[in-house]
């Protein structure tokens, strides 16, 4: 257990000089009303190990020239525009055209108001929405705060007693709104898990859970499947460059039981040497036929050594649903 507590501070240490505000961190991000983006497709295979239901269909680095574009921890779908929306732990958020396109894009990089209440850094970690009223809940570390936008764009936020002992750098990392109405919030620390019986900003006290993932993985982000299953994305800090492998997971949110470790399959690991990176948002496309487009972008910290990388998914979520529950373990394995 020391060696791997050891092991762990090293890698951690090795991350934060990597990201350190140094010679190769962007200086004086500033945000424009539009920018260009350009995808640069990745000459990347299917990864092995990966199930028959779960197919890479594409991987682009999005590079863009304003310095305040990336740092991307949320990805949703905007059903207007039917492009995706990323917010930053800058506060920021960019509207990205779909991929894939020929030449250059607007990518529309712009702030959200800066909340007097809230101090800097304002910290977007997850996003979840409603897509019947048009409302979006953010979740922001540093502050364990929880921003409702109503669709008239007012906007009101909440700091839930049951996150208050949560560490300033530790979540609320993951959120998801479910198809009933209930709220899933996960901790980036990976052992606390709470259960929003309604709107965590009607004030109710949520269930408590944990969830106990395979090795050092945390939770960086989830989205809901159309079956009602909850796709999770987990991130480890590892000794390769960049120091990160990703893991997907399946879960359903009928198995949370209070107090209890929630239940959670393994789906496919990230961790291919063209795909390796700092995967913090995921968002999913239902296509109703049984299968969905799965989204994933990359945070890369605002640093010119890493890579805003976009992935897309295809994953048959109605064929792999019996063999993850066969295999469900609170392990994870």
């Keep these: 257990m020391r060696n791997t507590r050891i092991r762990r501070l090293a890698v951690v240490v090795a991350l934060a000089l990597l990201i350190a505000p140094v010679t190769w961190l962007r200086s004086d991000p500033e945000v424009t009303t539009q920018d260009l983006v350009q995808l640069q497709p990745l000459g990347v295979a299917q990864p092995e190990g990966w199930p028959a239901s779960l197919t890479l269909e594409g991987a682009w680095n999005v590079a863009n020239d304003n310095p305040a574009f990336g740092g991307f921890s949320a990805l949703r779908i905007e059903p207007v525009s039917n492009g995706l929306v990323a917010y930053s732990d800058r506060g920021t958020y960019a509207h990205i055209p779909r991929p894939p396109f020929a030449g250059s894009s607007p990518a529309q990089t712009a702030a959200l108001p800066r909340d007097p209440l809230l101090r800097d850094p304002q910290d977007i970690e997850s996003v979840t929405a409603d897509s019947a009223s048009g409302a979006i809940w953010l979740g922001y570390e540093h502050h364990n705060a929880i921003r409702r936008y109503s669709a008239n764009g007012t906007s009101q936020f909440v700091q839930p007693d049951a996150m208050a002992e949560w560490s300033t750098n530790s979540g609320p990392e993951a959120m998801v709104r479910l198809s009933d109405g209930r709220f899933i919030v996960l901790a980036e620390r990976g052992d606390e898990g709470l259960l929003f019986a309604d709107d965590p900003l009607t004030g109710g006290e949520p269930m408590r859970f944990s969830i106990d993932p395979p090795g050092d993985f945390l939770p960086t982000d989830m989205a809901q499947l159309p079956d009602g299953r909850v796709l999770i994305l987990l991130r480890d800090v590892t000794w390769a460059l960049p120091p990160f492998a990703s893991l997907l997971m399946v879960a359903d949110p009928s198995a949370i039981g209070e107090e209890e ?53 295809h994953y048959v979520y109605a064929a792999g649903k019996q063999t993850a529950r066969e295999a469900q373990s609170p392990a994870g394995r």
């Design 261 to 313: 470790i929630w239940p959670l399959t393994e789906l496919a690991r990230i961790d291919e040497a063209g795909l390796r990176e700092n995967y913090e948002g995921i968002t999913v496309e239902p296509d109703g036929t049984g299968a969905a487009t799965v989204w994933l972008i990359a945070d890369d910290n605002l640093s010119q050594l890493q890579r805003t990388l976009l992935l897309k998914l």
